[in-house]
């Protein structure tokens, strides 16, 4: 009994800590951006609470947010949802269909996501400036996917080797083509696995950094990422204040999705992780 | 619909090994028969059904639907499952588990195209014949094994097929389930008059169910014939120990030097004619002698053609009771109506001489 | 794969062969073209000096034997280096921890898991910014907490000193990428049959001899596959950098990435495209040692 009290506050304390690492962070930035000064910390400025900050980013065309946040939104959807569909199409494939190769091409795709981004990116950028792309939402898009398959392959087969092949042969003798048992009897079956995909691709598209970084040179197809990263003051005075509001109306979403959905999330991670 | 399997070969290629899953089959299922593929696990009796499916390609040989060629490899000849008007039962039922039982049943005539209102029609009459219109909008989920079977086959005959396949339908449900089952299918098959083909290793299944039996061993047909056929003459030992629970006695046995007798463990038991032609036609001078256990009768020392064995074993089963006797090195199981015998008891073995199957040796 | 004549050519495999290959072409033709072939145009274009404006002329390993004595080259080698040899292995250990939290049965454990994967979540240029402000000399979070705390007298110079940007550093990227860790280990520790765990309290083991001799040992698979991930995610580095340091102090926590970014910020796309070849290879490198020695990991199960 001794054992388990002491494994109790042990544990509860380690919560505490936990949950205090991880959102000491936020809550310093949903301060600062309530605040009418940054450095309210110091002894001599007090904290005074204010809407300013988020006023000035959401109407301020200037700082140009609502642009940014116009671009992610509609590149991280497309792409993930592009992404969603190429993969399971190949998931199926690799499942269901007997091609040689099959697990070489899983392997490849394994190999694809240890690449590293700037071994890619000064290439993409000289093809996407040769054919007039820099700065359109496609050449996100495009290599978004391309760089999201991979993980997102790896998942879906995961999911889509649990359902039993007996259920393909009962659509196959209900006539159904390979294209009708993905669409109307593997994909509503793994749907939840492949929400779980989904959730995932528009995380890491929307958080993508370098891509956005280098293909894009002006505000109006830049992303959350690229323009928060980049937000200086006019007077060399950096503006806290806007760059947290700005944070926080961008993680806002983020974390009510997390929050939601955080069995999703977690699921298609460690089906992608235990697969590795 | 009548189907014909002509010379029907199966071989799968892995990088690993190569086996034959069937071998030479032929077969003729007349239209209407309810015909049952029987076997133990491995006998290539699945890989048979799922090839009059359409699930697999045969190696070589051919099936004919009404002497129209549906799969022959050598004249490049491939129909799809749903080109054959086929219908499957598997056993695992695999019902579409996103949708309703309704949908579940609608779904191969919704994907044929059909309109709404013969869509509708042909789901009711379906459910109305399996007795499941109540269940429509339930999930699979929530229904009993004994209901998810019934959709099963609902969604089997919604498109009036040609030919029905059950794969091991009955094996997943309880044993008094089961039982209930079976009276119901044979009846529906009766009623519907649909060429069935049923895939079981349960003996007594295939017994109660067929209207003629294939037994199937290694990928080989051992012996077709009517389940009474089956059981009274056996034409190789497997199918001679397969059929019938509990299974007939094989007693290695020899020919009598003056070859009017069989000779087992040092005793002698005259056999009549017939028997002896077959055991004189054999390739050695031994031989099984096969008799069912309730073809023998425990009698009174002394009888003519009795044999003595000693008592191993006795199972008091209620209705009946198995004593295991020796002779000799032979095991033999005799089914009695009493229990008071006991281990190490000596008895005496009355054969039904006109019961007794003879069989060549194993190798 | 519908057919109007019954009677067609039936080759076996065919219409599987034909349909895997429709399904399995968007997805090839994706990654070929966006980011095979870009990598095989920096690999060419590595052999070739390419500075904006001057003609582009071939120069073979040139770039790469310039690579062998720049200094700022080899510093940013040393800093990713370091930073994977001191992130990696605090993200594990804190992500065990974390993990057994996670696996706890609790009635926050919906909300611990979901307040775990927030700091992922969100974006690294995000995080970055508001790390970049808390490590602030004069009115950040952390002096505050320092101060608090009275640890030094003086503010500490985080992001102006090589030591304060390194830990810095060092510090946001375990916070954010912990909770990745944390997640692929609690994989591995529920994949533990509880039956042990039941078994070690029948014989009286104590919570550390438990973990000691079941806990650590079955979860090994997990840990080196979180291990092989984070080493070689953590060699890409470049968001954090970019936003935290800007690889500063003097280049002194310019990852390889930023380093080879700079290049391509000047249009030198040779000498940056060099530098990538060679992240490319220190990655490929790893990998194969991961490869050799997790062969035989698992297997002294």
Redesign the interface.
Known sequence: MK?ST??NS???T??VL??L??????I??AA?SFSTR?????VE?PFTFTLDNFRAVLTDTSLHFTAYFRNSMLISLVSAAICVA??S??A???TR???PGRML?LFF?LA?S??????????????MASVGWVNTPQALI??Y???I??LS?WILVSYFSQI?R??D??A?????????TLIR?IL??A?PGVFSVFLLSF?FA??E??FA??LTTNYKART???G??L?QGLHGQTP?GN??AA?VI??LP??I???IF??R??GG??SG??K? | MRVVIDHLSKEFHSLRRHTIALQNVDIVIEDGEFYVLLGPSGCGKSTLLNIIAGLERPTRGSVHFDGTPVADPSGRIFLEPKERNVAFVFQNYALYPHMTVYENIAFPLRIAREDKASISAAVEQAAATLGISDLFHAKPAHLSGGQRQRVAIARAIVRKPNVFLLDEPLSNLDAQLRVLMRTELKELQKRLGITTVYVTHDQVEAMSLGHRIAVLNKGCIEQVGTPQQLYDSPATPFVARFIGSPPMNLIPATLSSDSHAAVIADQNLVLPGEHLAAVRNMPGPRFLLGIRPEHISLVIAGQAAALKARVKSVEALGRETLVHVSIGEAMVTVLAESADLRPDDTVFLSLDLSKVCIFATEA | MKSNNPLRQADPLTSQLRAAALFIAPLLLLIGLFILIPVIGTIIGSLFRDVAFLPRRFVGLANYGRLFSDDRFWQAVRFTLLFIAISVPLEIVLGLALALLMDADTPVRGLLRACVLIPWAIPAAISGRTWELIYNYSYGLANAIARWLHVSSDPVNWLGTSFGAFSAVIVADVWKTTPFVAIILLAGLQAIPKELYQQARVDRAGLFTAFWSITLPLSRPVVVVALLFRTIDGLRIFDLVYVLTHGGPGGSTTSVSLYAYEYFLTSDFGYGSAISIVLFLMALALSLVYVKVGRFGPQAQ
């Open positions: 054992d002491a494994r042990l544990t509860y380690g919560i936990a949950l690492f991880c959102l000491l962070p936020f310093y930035m600062v940054a450095d309210f910390l110091t400025t190429i993969a199409l190949a199926y494939a690799i269909l007997e091609f091409l795709a694809v240890m690449f590293p981004q700037i071994g890619i990116v000064g290439y993409l950028y000289k093809f495009l290599p996917i391309a760089w398959l991979p392959l039993p007996e259920l042969k009962a196959f003798m209900d006539g159904c083509t390979y294209r009708q009897v509503p079956v749907a995380i929307f958080n950094f370098m970084l280098m959350i990422p690229v928060i990263a937000f806290w760059i947290m944070s961008t993680t983020v974390v999705l997390t929050l955080q069995r999330i977690i991670l460690t992780a235990l590795g």
